[in-house]
């Protein structure tokens, strides 16, 4: 199993199970296994449990027999537990049950029908923290009958609401939010993440997430490949280009951005400062003739060199021709922060796409230029990475936002493989997929990447460490968690709201730093 914390569907957590069992491990050690592993972690996040009220909202399946199981430790602790169970437990379940009256035999009922569940509200009264185990995995719509009212009594609790591997009411699959569902305070994933933890907006009701391990064996893990990877400070690390001794300007990659437009001369600055930061030796700018004088002031570290432009101060079509004959030297070009959306611009796009231009970074208003032209992508052309946010996405796939971000794992598999390019689906979190192999998604990051100007720091910052040398998607994911990271450290020791993108730069060496000494 890698380092990387692995992102599983409902049913790759079901193939685990029965790959355990058939190796000799019965689902009864497996659930003990998760339960005394949950029992542990909440003891950690309330540091003491002695004294403590708290109650299981269980289930009759395996997500209640994980309830139980956790509850039964708890009380063995020195918690005062209780548990409410919404009909007879079935399977290894059934089993907890049992092992909880032993030890507990007054501190329980079980309910069958919607009229007895008014008794909850005196159970909430007593309880400090309620333990959610009534739905799992298995559930692929909205709650029903007993369960959807419990759920319903339960979106009333006033206290902390911990959900053993995910809220109910919720898909593991999706960000997707299908009928009522729990807001837990603390989830607790068994054995590993699902999609609804990471995904909005169904995240925004898990409260903090922390994995549970299960005991496993490894050859089943081995046996059921993971939706997605999770970042990590470890990997990203390791996919740092080197940066030989004796390098020099040239060692290190030569990076071509095609971008800008009048009132967006920035868009074009802050891109060739990303990949100036990502580590590109040597980064050229080519930016509409009006732009020239404004863009050499702001960045003295970059070559600029100006462009026939259009009276709308956009590249005029003629622009497509000094574009190419630039793009010939460079390592890696990356087109369309602030490019505008005029037939100019397009037209430069389609020329640097149609004449198979090595490595190519296409962000912003390239994007546009794509969806207004999607047969461009479904010809030959060399080495992509495509940048967009969920708006640009959906112009080029024709599905609303909305729909894309709770399935942002599925439709960035999808269309890098469709596309044969590297797809960042920008979040949060996010996706970063290749033609083949996992999808990655990020984590890092906070609201301070909300400014316009972000994004194309990240074009550039991609495109830099591109050119030096690794991998098409190693530069998206280490471009992606870097990035993130910067705003992380700036938001240490100031306001969200208040970082620009431009700190956001500043702060690059002090994360490139870390990875380099981890």
């Known amino acids: 199993m890698s380092a990387m914390l692995s992102v599983l569907s409902g049913e790759g957590i079901k193939e685990l199970d029965r790959r355990a069992e058939a190796l000799g491990v019965p689902s009864l050690l497996l659930m003990e296994s998760a339960g005394r592993g949950a029992a542990e972690e909440l003891r950690k996040w309330l540091s003491e449990v002695r004294g403590r009220r708290i109650l299981a909202l269980c289930g009759k399946g395996g997500n209640g027999g994980d309830a139980l199981c956790a509850l039964r430790y708890l009380g063995l602790w020195g918690a005062e537990v209780r548990a409410f169970l919404l009909g007879e437990p079935t399977g290894p379940a059934a089993t907890e049950f049992q092992a909880f009256s032993a030890s507990f035999p007054e501190n329980l009922k079980v309910v069958r029908e919607e009229g007895e569940l008014e008794e909850l509200a005196d159970w909430f009264l007593w309880a ?23 759920v319903e009594l339960l979106q009333n609790f006033m206290g902390l609401v911990v959900a053993i591997d995910l809220p109910s009411g919720l898909f ?5 939010i299908p009928g009522p569902a729990v807001r837990a305070h603390l989830t607790l994933a068994m054995g590993a993440l699902k999609p609804c933890h990471l995904l909005p907006p169904a995240a925004e009701l898990c409260g903090e997430v922390r994995v549970v391990e299960v005991a496993y064996p490894p050859s089943a893990w081995e046996a059921v490949p993971p939706l997605a990877l999770v970042l990590d400070e470890e990997h ?45 030796g040597l980064v050229h700018v080519l930016t509409p003739q009006p732009l020239f004088p404004i863009v050499a002031g702001l960045l003295p570290e970059a070559l600029v060199h100006p462009a026939p432009a259009s009276e709308d101060g956009t590249f005029a079509p003629e622009a497509a021709e000094a574009a190419l004959k630039l793009a010939k030297n460079m390592d890696v070009v990356v087109i369309g922060p602030g490019l505008g959306r005029t037939p100019g611009p397009a037209e430069v796009v389609r020329a640097l796409l149609t ?17 207004q032209d999607p047969k461009l992508l479904r010809k030959k052309h060399g080495e992509l990475v495509l940048t967009p946010h969920p708006g640009e996405f959906s112009r080029l796939v024709g599905a609303p936002a909305e729909e894309i971000v709770p399935e942002k794992i599925r439709w960035a598999k999808e269309k890098a493989e469709e596309w044969k390019a590297v797809v960042v689906l920008k979040g949060p979190p996010t996706a970063i997929a290749a033609p ?33 040398g690794i991998p098409a998607v190693d530069a998206a994911c280490l471009g992606v968690f870097v990035h993130g990271k910067a705003a992380e450290i700036l938001t240490l020791e100031s306001s969200a709201r208040a970082v620009l993108p431009s700190e956001i730069l500043s702060a690059l060496p002090q994360v490139f730093l870390g990875l380099e000494r981890f």
């Not at 309620?130 to 419990?150: C, H, K, M, N, Y």
């Not at 090595?358 to 390239?366: G, N, R, Y």
């Open 172 to 176: 593991a699959d999706s960000g997707r």
């Open 436 to 468: 083949s192999g996992p999808v990655f998604l990020n984590t890092t990051g906070n609201t301070a990447l909300a400014h316009g100007g972000s994004g194309d720091v990240l074009a550039g910052l991609i495109a830099g460490l591109w050119a030096g």
């Open 355 to 371: 004449e198979k231009i090595p490595k190519i970074v296409l962000d912003a208003d390239a994007l546009f230029a794509l969806a």
């Open 236 to 280: 990203c690390s390791r996919l740092l280009p080197p940066r030989p001794r004796f390098g020099h300007k040239g060692t290190f990659g030569r990076v071509l951005v095609v971008a800008g437009s009048v009132g967006m001369a920035g868009a074009a600055a802050l891109c060739a400062e990303g990949a100036l930061r990502g580590g590109a």
């Open 128 to 150: 400090e923290v309620v333990l959610d185990g009534i739905l799992g995995v298995g559930v692929t719509g909205p709650a029903q009958g007993l369960a959807r009212r419990a």
